[in-house]
C-alpha cells in the first residue's frame, strides 16, 4: 500500500510498515526483530547518536574519536605492504595534514587519489599525537560547478540489525515523518504534568529527534537532555508508573485469607514469642510489624517489600507475621535462594517456634527419599505449620493443607514466575498474602518505578550492642601484614575469621586468588590455626558440616567463596578478609561485610584489592571505607553499575526502559509518580490508553 492511497484518517499505532515504499515482507521480517511493526514503532525506533555533516570542518580542530566532514587535496598516495595490503593516501588542507587508510581498494580509486585531487571526506578521525588519520573515509570528489555535499539537519545512526543499511533506515523514516506531520498521534500526558516538566508537543518531538537542525546542541543530543527526547522519556516513565499502579490495584480485585483472630487469645503466640527473646524489638521492627499485621487482616492479599540493612532484625519480624497466620489457621511458606539460608532460618524458626508446639518442617534437594516423604505428608495433612526451603516449595508434589503466607527472603533471586509458582499452591479461589524480604536496600528511584506495585516497609534502625565495622583496604603486597592480623585475632583474641576469594578453581586468566589455593596457603602460614573451606561445589551435607564447625567455634578461619554473602550468623567472627573485592559490585561487598559486626566486639573488614585498579573499582572501595549505610551504598550502586544489574531476576511482569534511565532521569520521577496517582483516580480510561501506547503487547498485567 503506497502512501498516496492511504485514507484521510489513520491511525499510526496500528498502520503496518508494509505501507511504506520500499518496505516488502523481507524488510518486514528484519524490522521485526527490531520490534518494529507499526510506523509509530519506527517512530519511536530512535537514533543511538547523530552525525554533523552540516559544515566542513578543518583538520585541527577535530577530536579523537569524532566524525567529521572535511575538505582535502590528496598530496601521495601509495599502496604498502605489511601484515596487509592497504592504499595510503596523504591528504591536507589548510590547518594540517591528515591519513587516509583503505583496506579494501581496486585500481580505480587508486587511481582517483592522484596528486592535486580534491575531496570531501567523511569518517571518524583518530589522532595519533599531532598526525591525524582515517580508515575508509567517504569520499566525494570537488566538482566546482556543485554545491558541497551538505546536509540542513544532523544525520541520525539508528540500531540496527542485518540487512538493514542506515541508507534504508533514514529512507524509511523520512516517510514516517511526513506521516506524522499529515496524520499526528493524540497527546496523552495530562497538561499539569506537561507544564510542570515544561514538555513540547509528542508529534513535533519525534519529528525533531529524527531530523535535529544543524544548529542542535550535539551533547544535549548525545546524553538524551534534549526537550524533544524528555518529552519521550517523560511519557514512557508514566507508562510504567501506570502499568505498576494498576498491577497493584488489581491485587484488591482477589480475595486472600483473612489472618485475624477475634477471639480474646488473639495475639497470643506473637506475646509468646516476645517473651523468649533477651531482648526487646526496635521502635523500627515494632512499627513494621503493625504494618504487616494490618495488611494480613485484609480480604485482599497483601503484597510488601521488607527492606532492612544487614542484621536489622527482618528475620523477627517475618516471625511475627508467620505466628499471626498460623494462629488463624493457616500454614506459612518461607522460601530462601540457598539451602544454605534456608537451613539457618530452619533453625532459627524451629528454635523459637518449637517450644510453642508449632511444628516446623524443612524442605529441600539434600533430604533423603524417606525425609522427603514424610515432610510432604505433613504439609498435606496440616501437621506442618511452617514450611522452610527452597524452591523445593513450589515444585510439583507439594500439595499443602492451607497455606495463606509466603515470606520469600532475598527475593531479588527469584524470578517472578518462580514466585508465582509458589501463589498457585494457595487454597482455591484465594490468594496468598506475599512478604518479599531483601538485606540489599533498594535505592529510592529504583522503590518509586520499579517496585511501585509493592508496599514497601523499611527497618531503618540497628538492634543496639550492633558495633560499626572498621573497613580498610590494603594492596595485596601487604598480605603478610594481613597474615599477622589474623594470627592475633584467632590465637590472642579467640576470635574467627572470614577470608572470602571470589573463585574456586585458579584462572590463568582472571587474577584472582581461588578458595582452595587460599586454604591450603594458610593452613602452611598459619599451622595453629584451624582452616575449613566451603564453596559452591561442596555437597550441601558438606557445606552444612563445615558451616556448623565454624558456627560452633571448632574453626578458626573459614576460607569461603561468595556462598556465605546472606544468611550466615557467627557473632564470633569479627575479621572478615576480602580478596579482589575489585571484581564485586557495591551491595555484595556490603552483604559479606554484613557477616562481621553481629557482635559487640569491634569488628574489622580488609579489602585486599590487586593493582591496577580502574577508576570505577577506585570509587567503589572508597565508599566500602567511608560508609555502613547499607542506603548510601545501595543509591552509590545504581549510580555506578545502573538499573539493570540491581534489578537481579525480576523481569517478568515489568516494564523495561527503552529510552528512561533510572539514574539519569530520577528528578523527573516524584512528578511522574504524583500524576500517575492522579490518573488513576480521576481518568482510567487515559491511563490505559498510555499504557497501551508503550507496552503494547507487552502490557500484562502480571499477577505478581
Same mark, same amino acid.
Given at each position: ?19 511504506? %515504499?520500499?518496505?516488502?515482507? /523481507? ?29 566542513? #570542518? ?42 587516509? +587508510? ?14 592535486? &585531487? ?7 578521525? +583518530? ?20 554545491? &558541497? ?12 540489525? =542485518? ?18 506531520? %499529515?496524520?499526528?498521534?493524540? @497527546? ?18 519525534? &519529528? ?21 527526547? #524528555? ?20 491485587? /484488591? ?33 515494632? +512499627? ?96 506442618? %505449620? ?9 515444585? /510439583? ?41 531483601? &538485606?540489599?536496600? $533498594?535505592? +529510592? ?46 590465637? !590472642?583474641? @579467640? ?8 573463585? $574456586? !578453581? ?30 559452591? #561445589? ?39 578478609? $576480602? ?35 580502574? !577508576? ?33 531476576? #525480576? ?33 482510567? =480510561? ?19
Amino acid at each position: 500500500m503506497a502512501i498516496s492511497k492511504l485514507a484521510a484518517d489513520i491511525n499510526l499505532e496500528n498502520l503496518p510498515c508494509t505501507s511504506l %515504499k520500499g518496505v516488502g515482507p /523481507k524488510v518486514a521480517e528484519k524490522l521485526e526483530k527490531l520490534h518494529i511493526q507499526s510506523v509509530l514503532d519506527l517512530l519511536f525506533h530512535l537514533p543511538l547518536r547523530y552525525e554533523d555533516r552540516t559544515r566542513v #570542518r578543518t583538520i585541527a580542530s577535530l577530536k579523537d574519536g569524532e566524525r567529521a566532514l572535511i575538505k582535502v587535496t590528496v598530496e601521495l598516495a601509495q599502496v604498502k605492504f605489511g601484515k596487509r595490503r592497504s592504499l595510503v593516501c596523504r591528504a591536507s588542507d589548510e590547518s594540517a595534514s591528515i591519513d587516509f +587508510r583503505f583496506f579494501y581498494f581496486n585500481k580505480g580509486q587508486q587511481q582517483r587519489m592522484q596528486r592535486g &585531487a580534491e575531496f570531501y571526506a567523511f569518517g571518524e578521525v +583518530r589522532r595519533f599525537g599531532f598526525q591525524f588519520s582515517m580508515v575508509h573515509p567517504e569520499l566525494t570528489a570537488v566538482n566546482p560547478s556543485t554545491a &558541497a555535499p551538505l546536509l540542513e539537519s544532523l544525520t541520525p545512526i539508528y540500531p540496527a540489525t =542485518e540487512g538493514l543499511h542506515q541508507a534504508s533506515f533514514r529512507h524509511m523514516m523520512r516517510q514516517a515523518v511526513a506521516l506524522l506531520k %499529515k496524520h499526528p498521534i493524540d @497527546n496523552l500526558l495530562p497538561q499539569p504534568l506537561l507544564q510542570t516538566l515544561k514538555l513540547p508537543d509528542i508529534n513535533a518531538s519525534l &519529528a525533531w529527534i529524527h531530523s535535529p537542525p544543524k544548529d542542535a546542541d550535539l551533547v544535549q543530543l548525545q546524553s538524551n537532555q534534549t526537550p524533544a527526547v #524528555r518529552r519521550l522519556i517523560s511519557e514512557e516513565l508514566l507508562a510504567q508508573q501506570l502499568s505498576l499502579l494498576l498491577q497493584r490495584n488489581q491485587q /484488591k480485585d482477589y480475595s486472600a485469607p483473612v489472618l485475624k483472630n477475634s477471639g480474646k487469645g488473639s495475639g497470643k503466640l506473637q506475646a509468646q514469642l516476645l517473651q523468649q527473646l533477651p531482648f526487646q524489638l526496635t521502635k523500627a521492627q515494632q +512499627r513494621v510489624s503493625q504494618e504487616i499485621i494490618k495488611d494480613l487482616e485484609q480480604p485482599h492479599p497483601m503484597l510488601r517489600l521488607l527492606q532492612g540493612d544487614v542484621g536489622a532484625g527482618k528475620t523477627l519480624v517475618a516471625a511475627q507475621a508467620a505466628l499471626q497466620a498460623i494462629e488463624a489457621g493457616y500454614q506459612v511458606a518461607i522460601m530462601a535462594p540457598t539451602e544454605l539460608l534456608a537451613d539457618q532460618h530452619y533453625q532459627s524458626f524451629a528454635q523459637w517456634f518449637e517450644p510453642m508446639n508449632i511444628p516446623c518442617v524443612f524442605l529441600a534437594s539434600k533430604l533423603t527419599a524417606s525425609q522427603r516423604k514424610s515432610a510432604l505428608e505433613s504439609i498435606a495433612s496440616g501437621e506442618a %505449620k511452617l514450611i522452610v526451603g527452597t524452591h523445593a516449595l513450589f515444585q /510439583k508434589g507439594v500439595e499443602y493443607h492451607k497455606l495463606g503466607l509466603a515470606i520469600i527472603d532475598e527475593q531479588h533471586r527469584f524470578g517472578v514466575n518462580q514466585r508465582l509458582m509458589l501463589k498457585q499452591k494457595a487454597p482455591d479461589g484465594l490468594q496468598l498474602h506475599q512478604l518479599m524480604m531483601t &538485606a540489599t536496600p $533498594i535505592p +529510592r528511584t529504583l522503590a518509586m518505578t520499579v517496585y511501585a506495585d509493592m508496599d514497601v516497609s523499611i527497618i531503618d534502625e540497628l538492634p543496639p550492642g550492633r558495633t560499626p565495622v572498621q573497613t580498610v583496604a590494603l594492596s595485596d603486597q601487604k598480605r603478610d601484614q594481613v597474615i599477622k592480623r589474623i594470627q592475633t585475632a584467632c590465637r !590472642d583474641e @579467640n576470635r574467627q575469621v572470614y577470608w572470602v576469594c571470589t573463585l $574456586i !578453581d585458579e584462572s590463568e586468566e582472571i587474577q584472582c586468588q581461588a578458595a582452595e589455593s587460599a586454604a591450603n596457603q594458610l593452613t602452611q602460614q598459619l599451622p595453629n590455626c584451624r582452616v575449613g573451606l566451603l564453596h559452591g #561445589r561442596l555437597k550441601p551435607d558438606q557445606k552444612q558440616l563445615v558451616m556448623d564447625k565454624f558456627k560452633q567455634g571448632d574453626l578458626d578461619i573459614l576460607v569461603a567463596t561468595t556462598v556465605i554473602e546472606v544468611g550466615v550468623d557467627v557473632p564470633n567472627a569479627s575479621l572478615m578478609v $576480602i580478596e579482589n573485592p575489585e571484581r564485586l559490585g557495591l551491595s555484595q561487598l556490603h552483604q559479606l561485610r554484613g557477616r562481621v559486626g553481629r557482635g559487640s566486639v569491634e569488628s574489622h573488614c580488609v579489602l585486599l584489592y590487586q593493582h591496577p585498579l580502574s !577508576d570505577n573499582a577506585k570509587a567503589r572501595i572508597q565508599v566500602m571505607r567511608e560508609t555502613n549505610d547499607g542506603f548510601v551504598i545501595a543509591e552509590e550502586d545504581l549510580r555506578l553499575r545502573g538499573p539493570g544489574e540491581m534489578l537481579g531476576t #525480576r523481569q517478568t511482569g515489568e516494564v523495561s526502559l527503552r529510552f528512561a534511565n533510572l539514574v539519569r532521569d530520577a528528578e523527573l520521577v516524584p512528578a511522574i509518580q504524583q500524576q500517575a496517582h492522579d490518573l488513576i483516580a480521576e481518568n482510567n =480510561e487515559l491511563a490505559h490508553k498510555i499504557c497501551q501506547r508503550w507496552l503494547g503487547s507487552r502490557q500484562e498485567f502480571a499477577d505478581v
